[in-house]
């Protein structure tokens, strides 16, 4: 069974650029989750999709983050436009509907410059 | 606001000897309890878990315990193997959602 998939692996921008990062979930999984770790911290929620509809983005930042899952299958997740605070791991994880298990991507490392 | 804590940032165990990783939260609504394990460049591994409605859990070398009432899990590994070196996170899920609460996780070193 194929894992989550992620790209690119790593990005590097400047701040106030822009960026995407695109996750592929393993088959079957209804639910998509985007995490954001920070050096030395554990992964914070972003956002969690349960097919195509948000079921909690209490914690994303809205004013430049944004997050998509057309078609309930592949999702990206945008900066617009980044902040050095934004450097971090940004994790994508997936899980079977109802399942308290979640399934994680190898992720993508930003670095705002 | 960190719900989950682990206190240990780091840990060194010799190799055959047990490993104990603590981790402690705030929240009762917590309802299930996971460990996950994480090398470096990739993204976290499921290992173990626990629900509330227990206070073990056994998956051969390693072992979940749960203390509800001092809001406290532990995690045993027994024995330690090198390949057992990476970071561990405690998460808890609570019981109106399914978005995992994660500790800062404790980095595991098992020397030969």
């Known amino acids: 069974e194929a894992g989550v998939a992620q790209s690119p692996r790593y990005k590097i921008i400047e701040k106030r650029q822009s960026v995407a990062f695109w996750c592929n979930p393993i088959?079957?999984?209804?639910?998509l989750y985007w995490y954001q770790q920070i050096l030395g911290q554990g992964p914070k929620l972003l956002i969690q999709f349960q097919n195509n509809g948000v079921v909690d983005d209490s914690q994303l930042p809205k004013d430049r983050f944004s997050a998509e899952r057309l078609k309930g299958v592949d999702s990206t997740l945008k900066i617009q436009p980044a902040k050095l605070e934004d450097s971090a791991v940004y994790l994508c994880?997936?899980?079977?509907?109802?399942?308290?298990?979640?399934?994680f991507g190898p992720g993508t490392r930003l670095t705002v410059t | 606001d960190q719900q989950v804590k682990q206190n240990s940032p780091s840990l060194s165990v010799q190799e055959g000897r047990i490993s104990i990783l603590n981790c402690d939260y705030t929240?009762?609504?917590?309802?299930?309890f996971l460990w996950y394990k994480k090398y470096p460049a990739e993204g976290p591994t499921f290992l173990i878990s626990i629900s509330s409605i227990k206070d073990k859990n056994e998956d051969g070398r390693f072992t979940v315990f749960l203390n509800k009432s001092a809001k406290h899990l532990s995690l045993h590994i027994v024995p330690s193997q090198p390949g057992d070196s990476a970071v561990y996170f405690c998460?808890?899920?609570?019981?109106?959602?399914?978005?995992?609460?994660f500790g800062k996780g404790t980095s595991l070193l098992v020397t030969p």
């Open positions: 994880a997936s899980s079977v509907e109802g399942s308290y298990e979640q399934y």
């Open positions: 929240n009762s609504m917590f309802d299930y």
């Open positions: 088959s079957g999984h209804a639910t």
């Open positions: 998460a808890a899920r609570p019981n109106s959602g399914y978005a995992l609460n």
